[in-house]
């Protein structure tokens, strides 16, 4: 009920290219803004990009512009976050997460609004 799960996460090269996907159950994901988050080891979680209930608005950290691209499929119910020029710093373990649509997608990306579910995470490692 009210789940979240990613995957598309593994081990790949840098320069190398991943796409993550995020399927919700139990709920349906077009009502909220999705939002993806990363946590790396000894280090603070951090928002890496945001897109808002019918996808006509999107946000991104600095570190990941011109690189990630998030979407979403409604009628899939699925997000997702197409990971390019993939660096070592990118190394973390994604997130996504059903956040409530108040009071926009840069609100989310800050962690400034509140989640309605999150997912287990997957593993993305960029590594040589």
């Known amino acids: 009920q009210l789940q979240l799960v990613e995957s598309g996460g593994g081990l790949v090269q840098p320069g190398g290219s991943l796409r993550l996907s995020c399927v919700a159950s139990?709920?349906?994901?077009?009502?909220?803004?999705t939002g993806w988050f990363r946590q790396a080891p000894g280090k603070e979680r951090e928002g890496v990009s945001c897109?808002?209930?019918?996808?006509?608005?999107?946000n991104y950290a600095d570190s990941v512009k011109g690189r990630f691209t998030i979407s979403r499929d409604n009628a899939k119910n699925t997000v997702y976050l197409q990971m390019n020029s993939l660096k070592p710093e990118d190394t973390a373990v994604y997130y996504c997460?059903?956040?409530?649509?108040?009071?926009?997608?840069?609100?989310?990306?800050?962690?400034?609004?509140?989640?309605?579910?999150w997912g287990q995470g997957t593993q993305v490692t960029v590594s040589s």
């Open positions: 139990g709920f349906t994901l077009d009502t909220y803004v």
């Open positions: 997460a059903a956040v409530e649509p108040f009071p926009g997608v840069t609100a989310c990306l800050a962690g400034r609004a509140g989640v309605r579910s």
């Open positions: 897109i808002s209930s019918r996808g006509g608005r999107t």
